[in-house]
Antibody, heavy 125, light 110 residues
Framework: QVQLVESGGGVVQPGRSLRLSCAAS????????MHWVRQAPGKGLEWVAV????????YYADSVKGRFTISRDNSKNTLYLQMNSLRAEDTAVYYC??????????????????WGQGTLVTVSS | QSVLTQPPSASGTPGQRVTISCSGS????????VNWYQQLPGTAPKLLIY???QRPSGVPDRFSGSKSGTSASLAISGLQSEDEADYYC???????????FGGGTKLTVL
């Protein structure tokens, strides 16, 4: 069965760095685009970043552009999020999510069919 | 636009039918399909509806989705106590190069 397990969260001071990992199993990791989505305490979901199945393209939300880097190691079935220059507003549960594709009538749509359990990042002095 | 617009709350009694709306713009809902996610308290989001009206395997047919123009709706019929959760709509945004989520709707079963 598909499993996504995040790790690496914790408490970090503003301006410092942290790297999150997402270990994937139960599917061919190298065939899927992968995303990071975060949720601040008591707030809604916010998309953070995406990386294509082969790592060839990456896109970021404006709120993290230039500070966060998404990457993947398909040989280790692992997704990463390097977070630098952390701010208090980056405090959130970070989820990794698998992107799947549905095509019908000549058009395709993307959605997140599996999510990890999340890892909490707290940025505080 | 930073988020899609959803009502912050909705409620219904067991057995009732409730709908949750989601409003966007031409760069997201107007040109892409809508997905819905259910988040039970203390858990990760779960896919509920994809591509406007498709249900993943295992999702009861009490849940249905629709889209018209730049708006979408999630309908839940035969409301049950276990449906009490937060519901999020999402649609790819062409200017973001990623998905835009709604602010979420907290559904209470009275």
């Amino acid at each position: 069965q598909v499993q996504l397990v995040e790790s690496g969260g914790g408490v970090v001071q503003p301006g410092r760095s942290l790297r999150l990992s997402c270990a994937a199993s139960g599917f061919t990791f190298s065939s899927y685009g992968m995303h990071w989505v975060r949720q601040a305490p008591g707030k809604g979901l916010e998309w953070v970043a995406v990386i294509w199945y082969d790592g060839s393209n990456k896109y970021y939300a404006d709120s993290v552009k230039g500070r966060f880097t998404i990457s993947r190691d398909n040989s280790k079935n692992t997704l990463y999020l390097q977070m630098n220059s952390l701010r208090a507003e980056d405090t959130a549960v970070y989820y990794c999510a698998r992107e799947d594709l549905y095509c019908s009538g000549g058009s395709c749509s993307y959605y997140f069919d599996y999510w990890g359990q999340g890892t909490l990042v707290t940025v505080s002095s | 636009q930073s988020v899609l617009t959803q009502p912050p709350s909705a409620s219904g009694t067991p057995g009732q039918r409730v709908t949750i709306s989601c409003s966007g713009s031409s760069s997201n809902i107007g040109s892409n399909t809508v997905n819905w996610y259910q988040q039970l308290p203390g858990t990760a989001p779960k896919l509920l509806i994809y591509s406007n009206n498709q249900r993943p395997s295992g999702v009861p047919d009490r849940f249905s989705g629709s889209k018209s123009g730049t708006s979408a709706s999630l309908a839940i019929s035969g409301l049950q106590s276990e449906d009490e959760a937060d519901y999020y709509c999402a649609a790819w945004d062409d200017s973001l190069n990623g998905p835009l989520f709604g602010g979420g709707t907290k559904l209470t079963v009275l």
